[in-house]
Each structure stands twice: as structure tokens, then as C-alpha cells.
Nanobody, 123 residues
């Protein structure tokens, strides 16, 4: 079993930056695909980006502004967010899976989830 815990959310002004962390416990998740999703009220959870090994991919809405990285020694994945916009306001979740049967954007395919962290971007 893997337990995930996000941290680093908060309130930031438009154009600012935040770094979210997703720390895993229970076992190493260095070989897992780890994704960041976000959700706003009344909307489905959408994928922001994902990483496996050192290969990361991003949604078009955040490409060039967000960067996902991982530190296997710390069993942690990061989401560096820059040039934040009010529309980035959401609860951000990290998720992990160890099998790539379904597309990376399929939220239901991730077995492990964090509790979420709120990111609010003021205009």
C-alpha cells in the first residue's frame, strides 16, 4: 500500500508561483506513474500532468507554466506552478498507479490518492 499526502497549496496572486509536494509513504513509488489532477466545484477532475521515471507530460492548459519532477530519495513528486492564473484555482490531487493499462488521464485507473490541497489564485 502507498499513502500519499499533498502539501504546499495556498493563496497566491496571479502571476505568482507555488510548489506542491506529493509525499509517499508505505513503500517506494519510484516506478509508479504519478499524476496531478485538479478539480473545481461542479466539474470533473481533470489531469494537469503526469510523470513516470523522468518523463513528464502536461495538459495544454498548463504546458510551459507547470513542471513535474520527482525526488526518489525523498519518495516525493513535485508540481512547480508558475505564471499562475485565476483559472488555476482548484483542489489539486496527486495520484499514483503501478500499471499502465489505461490512458494517463483516466482518474479511475489510479489506485492511490492524496487528500488534496487547495490552490487559490487571486486576480
Amino acid at each position: 500500500q502507498v499513502q500519499l499526502a499533498e502539501s504546499g497549496g495556498g493563496l497566491v496572486q496571479a502571476g505568482g508561483s507555488l510548489r506542491l509536494s506529493c509525499a509517499a509513504s508505505g513503500r517506494s513509488f519510484s516506478t509508479y506513474r504519478v499524476a496531478w489532477f485538479r478539480q473545481t466545484p461542479g466539474k470533473e477532475r481533470e489531469i494537469v500532468g503526469h510523470i513516470r521515471w523522468s518523463d513528464a507530460s502536461y495538459a495544454d492548459s498548463v504546458k510551459g507554466r507547470f513542471t513535474i519532477s520527482r525526488d526518489n530519495a525523498k519518495n516525493t513528486v513535485y508540481l512547480q506552478m508558475s505564471s499562475l492564473k485565476p483559472e488555476d484555482t482548484a483542489i489539486y490531487y496527486c495520484a499514483a498507479r503501478n500499471r499502465d493499462v489505461f490512458p494517463a488521464g483516466a482518474a479511475a485507473s489510479y489506485a492511490y490518492w492524496g487528500q488534496g490541497t487547495q490552490v487559490t489564485v487571486g486576480s
